[in-house]
């Protein structure tokens, strides 16, 4: 395990490297606990380096048994070696030399899933961040780009797939029972996209023609007879390869693109050169045991995985700090694709729940940080939804400002200017200011100032004057190490919108600029007048989620509902009814902490039951309607001395109340909506699945018996209504016999899918409740429960510590400490999980004090396990208690 530096890396400290890697040349000898890696390096001194300045290779955990300089054994005293570097003296002026370093690794033991290690027998890499240095000694930074030639030496039976990025060169047999394989990858990269993969699996093969009618094979390799499961991963793959193309004209640049599936994996995918790493969970789906939102997910996976070919490897990041130049970008890349290949309204609705959810908590809590961060102690640490999800709405909002061509324009001008280069945020913008001519100055600070800005709007019409005032007020709140803040440029898109949603465009407008239906808020405070308004309009703002803000606008239930009806953007009617149902929540919420009888507004399921019926809406815009704002949705809107349990309560009653005074609609939905044919994972068929299991959620909350749900279960011909009947019946019959039958059945079924069973594990892990703790435990004791494999830890203890708050928050602390004690079980083997999972703990203050209380105490045991933290888990523990 890595022990913790305590160093704090700043981007200010940034500097080029002094020599440049020109060559790497590695041979692996591959052996499950004794593999021999040997490195050569070719480099020179930069032109104007110092000339007495060392070379200093990054290392970890490694057993170098050689050392070469030009081919010959190295002096002990023109080197150093420590724990995590090597540092070679005395080195050529200007002449290009060698380094040969030899090490030796031990790829079972690696138990953190950083650099080699083996996976259900299968070797494979992993090297972003900082895991190469694992593999040799290196300059594993991203801003050192070097063209690789690999050689993989292994036994032939055990092994028969060798393979690594680029193109094949050849390979042949290599002594007694031994092959090896070279592959030639032309395209300079840095370390962190390195990969190689050995070992025995199947594979699916397909081929694609590019713009420029070359030929790329196709292959996705998955463990043998899971071939099968395989083809919806090689369909999105065409379809992205296809959009790249038209949307942003970006070609592959090889002949060969592949992707391997493993099953143990500490993320979603890497997208190593030409050879995509994935967890098997983002390639296998078939309908009998892969979800709708299994489909979806692997769809949005495989386009981004092979969209970080243009942004992310063929431009790369100059430096860690720079992640949101590849992330937020490419993040923003596949939420288009899957918007063009879906209903974007439902996509983008999906996100900003998403982002409302995981990112703004984030962004209010003791571990915001810019979309670019200035310093960090483990760069393990950012990969957050902040530099991915806000990365990509920064993207977003670019594109908003500067309009579809002006967008393009940009985009083309740094592919153009950076192929090639490892770039940096500073970069990119300014391909958008040149191609456009454009300041974004002020917009920039998006990137460098942290919390989300809460924008507080009101608006008075003069009927008289024929004239409407909006005035906004920004203000973005203190964050860790930024107390004070500038006013941003933040795009609003918006409507006015009249009577029978007709929508009034004015004559002229002043007090800021407005382009088009965006209105640039750049001030602090700011009041926008619109003449030749001749009667009130209802305003809608920021429609399709222009800007990820907060707005505080006191618009009346009447104004909401007028929205609801009749907006033309199908995202602001879903927000308007998510505004209409939150105070409801929010008061329900207090009642049941009080002790009051709770009411629901007849108003709200009136309005929520008309959407639930019309059949003008599609499905899944109706489901989405349906599924009403979250306990972490309403918390977050409660703000502070969150109660959980009233907060679940007062949900719960709500939704109750809709249930019965929608029996009918929902009756009707449920069964007008059945499938009938054969499954296909299209977004409007999942949309109606999405409906149907919504309408049974409602269904199984005025029934007294678990019959229903039962039968639903019994009844269900793919995963999606299956994993959802099973939900309905455990959450709510969750001591039925009818429940533990169905768990049973499902579990035997499934047994040697551990797919499947990882969805077995987080639906029991989120039945809510007192004795959620309790199931926890007694499923770690279950003989499928596996600590080593990071999908099975998340589905069972991840999912109880960020899927179910009542469980996880019971008052006596009693979850807080068992958490804890696993964190540093965790921390011992993987260091990466560890640390994510406890993030789950970031909104402790939020919480009501005596849980408050408790959750302190349950992170003090943490951090006093100090010094045997890993620098991940150390550096997260710390930001949350300071
Ligand atoms: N770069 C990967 C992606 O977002 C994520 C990742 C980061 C995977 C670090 C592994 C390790 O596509
Ligand atoms: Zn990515």
């Known amino acids: ?372 961060p200035t310093k960090f102690r483990e760069i393990n640490n950012f990969y957050t939804t902040t530099v991915y999800e806000k990365g990509s709405e920064v993207t977003r909002m670019i594109a908003t400002i500067l309009g579809r061509d002006g967008f393009k324009k940009g985009m083309d001008l740094y592919f153009e200017r950076h192929d090639g280069e490892a770039a940096t945020v500073e970069d990119f913008v300014k391909s958008f200011e040149d191609a456009n001519g454009r300041d974004l100055t002020q917009f920039s600070l998006w990137y460098h100032q942290a919390g989300t800005p809460q924008i507080t709007v009101s608006s008075t019409y003069d009927a008289g004057a024929k004239t409407l005032s909006l005035s906004l007020e920004q203000m973005v709140p203190a964050t860790p190490g930024q107390t004070a803040k500038e006013p941003m440029h933040i795009p609003l898109k918006f409507a006015l919108i009249g009577e029978n949603g007709s929508e009034a465009s004015p004559a002229a407008v002043s007090g800021g600029e407005v382009t088009g239906d965006v209105l640039h808020l750049t001030e602090r405070s700011q009041t926008f007048v619109f003449t030749g308004i001749g009667a009130r309009p209802v305003v809608s703002l920021n429609r399709s989620f222009s800007a990820p803000v907060t707005l505080h606008f006191a618009q009346s239930k009447e104004d909401l509902a007028h929205i609801a009806r009749h907006d033309s953007d199908l995202f602001a009617r879903w927000q308007a009814i998510t505004d209409l149902a939150l105070p409801n929540l929010m008061a329900a919420a207090k009642a049941a902490a009080a002790g009051k009888a709770i009411e629901c507004d007849a108003g709200l399921s009136d309005a929520l039951l008309a959407i639930a019926a019309d059949e003008t809406l599609e499905a899944a815009f109706r489901a989405q309607a349906l599924a009403l704002p979250s306990e972490s949705d309403i918390a977050r809107e409660l703000g502070s001395n969150n109660d959980p349990d009233a907060i679940y309560k007062g949900r719960q009653a709500i939704l109750s109340a809709i249930a019965t005074a929608g029996a009918d609609t929902f009756r009707s939905l449920y069964d007008s909506l059945a499938s009938g044919g054969s499954f296909t994972p299209d977004a409007a068929s999942a949309g109606r699945r999405a409906l149907r299991n919504a309408a049974l959620g409602f269904l199984a909350l005025s029934d007294k018996s678990p019959a229903g749900a039962a039968q639903a279960f019994a009844k269900a011909d793919n995963m999606t209504d299956l994993a959802q009947a099973l939900t309905v019946l455990a959450h709510r019959f969750p001591e039925a016999p009818e429940t533990h039958a169905a768990l049973a059945a499902f579990e035997s079924r499934f047994a040697s899918n551990a797919l499947v069973l990882d969805k077995w594990f987080a639906i029991q892990a989120t039945i809510p409740g007192e004795g959620s703790l309790e199931r926890v435990m007694r499923l770690m004791q279950n003989p499928h429960f596996a600590a080593s494999n990071p999908n099975r830890v998340r589905s069972l203890i991840g999912t109880f510590a960020f899927a179910n708050a009542t469980g996880f928050n019971r008052p006596d602390g009693k979850a807080y400490h068992f958490f804890a004690e696993e964190i540093l079980a965790i921390d011992k083997r993987n260091p990466q999980l560890a640390a994510r999972l406890l993030t789950a703990l970031r909104s402790w203050r939020l919480l009501e004090p005596v849980r408050a209380e408790q959750a302190r105490e349950a992170l003090m045991t943490i951090e006093r396990a100090a010094p045997q933290l890993s620098s991940d888990v150390a550096d997260i523990v710390e930001r949350i208690l300071k």
């Not at 070797?123 to 993989?152: H, K, M, S, W």
């Not at 292959?219 to 390869?241: F, T």
């Not at 296998?284 to 243009?310: C, G, K, R, S, V």
């Open 1 to 372: 395990m890595r022990t913790d530096t305590g160093r704090t890396i700043h981007l200010a400290d940034y500097r080029p490297t002094d020599f440049v890697l020109e060559r790497v040349d590695l041979t692996f000898e591959l052996d499950p606990t004794e593999t021999k890696v040997e490195a050569r390096l070719i480099f020179h001194r930069r032109e104007g380096a110092d000339l007495n300045a060392p070379l200093v290779l990054d290392g970890d955990e490694l057993n170098m048994t050689g050392l070469l300089f030009d081919q010959i054994e190295m002096a002990p005293e023109r080197y150093t070696e420590t724990a995590d570097s090597l540092t070679i003296r005395d080195l050529p002026e200007s002449v290009p030399f060698e380094i040969t370093v030899t090490t030796l690794i031990n790829p079972e033991a690696n138990t953190q899933l950083m650099g080699l290690y083996r996976s259900n027998g299968i070797y494979c890499t992993q090297c972003e961040a900082e895991g190469f240095r694992r593999i040799t000694f290196f300059p594993d930074r991203p801003d050192v780009l070097a063209v690789y030639t690999v050689n993989i030496i292994a036994d032939k039976d055990a092994n028969p797939l060798l393979l690594s990025n680029g193109n094949f060169l050849g390979g042949a047999g290599y002594g007694p029972g031994k092959h090896f394989a070279a592959w030639f990858d032309p395209h300079p990269k840095p370390s962190y996209l390195f990969a190689l993969v050995a070992g025995d699996l199947g594979v699916v093969e397909d081929t694609f023609v590019t713009m420029s009618e070359r030929e790329v094979a196709l292959k996705i390799y998955v463990e043998h007879g899971k071939e099968a499961r395989a083809a919806y991963a090689m369909d999105a793959l065409k379809r992205s390869m296809k959009w790249d193309e038209e949307v942003f004209g970006r070609e592959y640049d090889l002949d060969i693109f592949m992707i391997v599936a493993v099953s143990d994996f500490n993320m979603g995918a890497m997208e190593n050169k030409g050879l995509n790493i994935f967890n098997d969970k983002y390639v296998l789906a078939d309908p009998e045991t892969a979800t709708d939102q299994d489909y979806a997910n692997i769809e949005a996976i495989i386009a981004h995985e092979y969209f970080h070919n243009w942004t992310g490897n063929r431009i790369t990041c100059r430096d860690w700090f720079q992640l949101c130049l590849k992330e937020g970008l490419t993040v923003y890349r596949d939420h288009e694709f899957s918007a063009d290949q879906r209903s974007r309204a439902v996509k983008r609705i999906a996100e900003v729940r998403h982002l409302r959810s995981e990112q703004f908590p984030e962004d209010a809590g003791p571990l915001a940080h810019p979309v670019r």
